[in-house]
């Protein structure tokens, strides 16, 4: 339930009955909509503004809502929401009412779009909704999740397992700025440390022989002699994200587990990308991607693709072998020899999301994102010689030209939901570009 803390300010000389109706009444409509709201009093002077400031912690509310009831001075609610600059903030006004049978309002109105004119001019990420609340109903429930999000990333922590940029994914990320814009923390663990969890792992445990009663019941086809391996890497990958506590996890999985040790990642991965974001190839900014696209769907079950081959209208999309099994009907045929082992199962169909996190020349972060449908692949693609990967023909509405224009590498986030209303709200709270 996204957290709302709602700020009204006037000035002394209005009919405080009136304006503190409708605060309750603004109040009830945006708990009906889903948020837990905390009213404070309506503040009239610096001294309350300033008291305000001191005693309320940014960090304890998702989204904060400045109400201007009356005329006031922007400078007062700049004063009280001071310590909420870079936090969601929403600006809302009080309804018009009806005295002695005459349409009357408060001025909240022009009040609320001065206001919000002062913060852009400070830089001040803001969204003004104007009219009534109640006839906002989508759009804020949109900014309830754009805000739950950012305060998600700032708690939310990525493993990189064996993590080391490099070329294939144009994957170099700057991590400090990462940590700067959205608060996320990646933790790198060596991939001889997953090894180690994995292969230290009791075979009576009940994490071990709950995981095998899941390989078993999932992948069709798995063959005998890698089948305890899988089921070990699996629960190893479970260990590393209870230990870390980690909302999304990646393993450079080619060369040094596929070749060397002689088991992909793809069907470990598929069972794990169930439960948190997952991906591969030491691509930070397609797993990030796939992280805020969760956060924003309200956890449903993000994956990436390769966009292999170009159409007028669309992409054939796949991963070299992985995909979460909850996007593959649950269940996935084993394909493959010689430790790499594949989910051969085709992607989902329906309304999809897909889109990258991009660094700016400017040394700022853009995400390229369209809302898209995925058909099944009439003619199948393989690559050769590898088993058939879990595919989809992707048609973004973008045109196919300017998305290929806006293209920042070969891997791709995907979320089955239309979450580009809750994406573009995100970027303003966070001062980021959607292409």
């Known amino acids: 339930m996204t957290k709302v803390l709602l700020l009204p300010f006037f000035c002394e000389g209005y009919d405080s009955n009136i304006f503190r109706t409708q605060l309750r009444s603004m109040t009830e409509t945006l708990s009906s909509f889903g948020a837990e709201v905390t009213l404070e009093e309506p503040v009239s002077t610096y001294r309350e503004a300033s008291a305000l400031q001191e005693r309320l ?22 004063v009280a929401a001071r310590a909420f600059f870079g936090r969601p903030i929403v600006i809302l006004a009080v309804n018009e009412f009806q005295l002695n049978g005459r349409r009357t309002e408060f001025s909240s109105a022009p009040a609320a779009a001065a206001l919000y004119g002062s913060l852009r001019e400070m830089g001040v990420p803001a969204v003004f909704l104007p009219g009534p609340v109640s006839e906002n109903e989508e759009k804020l429930k949109t900014l309830f999740r754009a805000a739950e999000t950012v305060s998600k990333l700032r708690r939310a922590k990525i493993g990189a397992v064996g993590h080391n940029f490099n070329g294939i994914t144009a994957a170099g990320l700057d ?7 959205y608060g996320t923390e990646v933790y790198s663990i060596d991939g001889s440390t997953l090894i180690r969890k994995a292969e230290a792992l009791p075979e009576e445990s009940d994490l071990y022989q709950k995981t095998d009663a899941e390989i078993g019941r999932t992948y069709s086809g798995l063959p005998a002699e890698y089948r305890e391996k899988t089921v070990r890497i699996t629960a190893g990958l479970r260990e590393l994200i209870g230990e870390y506590d980690l909302d999304a996890i990646e393993v450079r999985c080619h060369t040094e587990f596929s070749m060397e040790y002689g088991l992909s990642m793809c069907l470990p991965l598929g069972i794990v990308g169930n439960e948190v974001a997952a991906a591969c190839e030491a691509d930070l900014p397609v797993l990030f991607t796939e992280l805020v696209f969760k956060f924003l769907s309200g956890g449903k079950t993000p994956t990436y693709a390769d966009l292999r ?32 082992l594949t989910n051969t199962s085709d992607l989902s169909e329906g309304t999809l999301t897909i889109g990258r996190l991009k660094k700016t020349q400017g040394g700022g972060f853009a995400f390229h994102a369209s809302k898209a449908q995925a058909e099944r692949i009439g003619n199948r693609l393989t690559e050769y010689g590898c088993a058939p990967y879990p595919m989809a023909r992707i048609k973004p509405e973008e045109e196919m030209e300017s998305f290929i224009a806006n293209t920042g590498a070969n891997h791709y986030a995907i979320i089955y939901d239309d979450v580009m209303p809750e994406l573009r709200a995100f970027s303003t709270f966070t001062n980021t570009i959607v292409l």
Do not use: H, Q
């Not at 940014?58 to 809502?65: E, G, S, T």
């Not at 991590?175 to 814009?181: A, E």
């Open 57 to 78: 912690c940014p960090f304890a509310y998702d989204l904060v809502a400045l109400v201007p009831i009356t005329w006031s001075e922007p400078r007062l609610a700049s």
């Open 175 to 181: 991590l400090s700025r990462l940590r700067k814009v």
């Open 309 to 340: 081959t170009f159409t007028k209208d669309g992409m054939d999309v796949g991963a070299c072998g992985f995909a979460p099994t909850d996007l593959t009907g649950k269940t996935g045929t084993v394909g493959g020899e010689n430790g790499y």
